[in-house]
């Protein structure tokens, strides 16, 4: 079935460098992106999101980037650091659709000091 | 501001025993989802309210699972009969509008000997 999906499921990256996770998405349908990040023990935390009529969008340190004609979604964290350790998950949601959000299998970043 | 309220952090019980989940969304918050996340599953939707009505329950995996809302501030999840295979974190989340993200809880950890 139609489903998120990550590529990396743990990325690596020196304190101080960006970070770029990547998310492959298959439902052509989906109008709406969002990506979550989850420390252990706690829930999914709200980052950034974004909607299909958009290609780029910018938060604090953060940036997602939409590829429609590719189905790629990617997050981007400037100047990562010791607190941005965490798993990433993406997310979509159906246009007309259900309101839930499908998730991906999550990429777990470490930041080496 | 307070969160998503979720209740018990922590529950662990025999298999058979009837087990409820407690959440409380955001004030003002008009929709409410009940995730389940498992390593192999990742997160999954169980059912979600708009304005206090159940709206999509086609995640729920059995009858043994229902979901109430019997007003804006409250939601509870029971499983009965419980199974070992129901143990997983429930996260309860809560939306302000349709258009905006989600917000989530700590979750539950439910562990069914």
């Known amino acids: 079935g139609e489903s998120v999906g990550l590529h990396l499921p743990t990325l690596s990256v020196q304190e101080g460098d960006n970070s770029i996770i990547n998310c492959a998405y298959s439902?052509?349908?989906?109008?709406?992106f969002i990506w979550y990040k989850q420390e252990s023990g706690k829930g999914p935390q709200f980052i950034i999101d974004i909607r299909s009529n958009m290609d780029k969008r910018q938060g604090q340190r953060v940036t997602v980037l939409l590829n429609k004609t590719v189905k790629h979604l990617s997050l981007q964290i400037a100047a990562t650091q010791p607190g941005d350790s965490a798993v990433y998950f993406c997310?979509?949601?159906?246009?007309?659709?259900?309101?839930?959000?499908?998730f991906g299998k999550g990429t777990h970043l470490i930041i080496q000091p | 501001d307070a969160g998503v309220i979720q209740s018990p952090r922590h529950e662990v019980t025999e298999m058979g025993q009837e087990v409820t989940l407690r959440c409380k969304p955001i004030?003002?918050?008009?929709?409410l989802f009940w995730y389940r996340q498992t390593m192999m599953r990742g997160l999954e939707l169980l059912i979600y309210f708009n304005n206090n009505v159940p709206i999509d329950d086609s995640g729920m995996p059995e009858d043994r699972f229902s979901a109430k809302m019997p007003n804006a501030s409250f939601s509870t999840l029971k499983i009965q009969p419980s199974e070992p295979r129901d143990s997983a974190v429930y996260f309860c989340?809560?939306?302000?509008?349709?258009?905006?993200?989600?917000?989530f809880g700590d979750g539950t950890r439910l562990s069914i000997l």
């Open positions: 439902n052509s349908a989906s109008d709406y």
């Open positions: 989340a809560s939306r302000e509008k349709q258009g905006r993200p989600q917000h």
């Open positions: 004030s003002g918050h008009n929709s």
């Open positions: 997310a979509e949601k159906r246009r007309g659709g259900a309101d839930g959000l499908t």
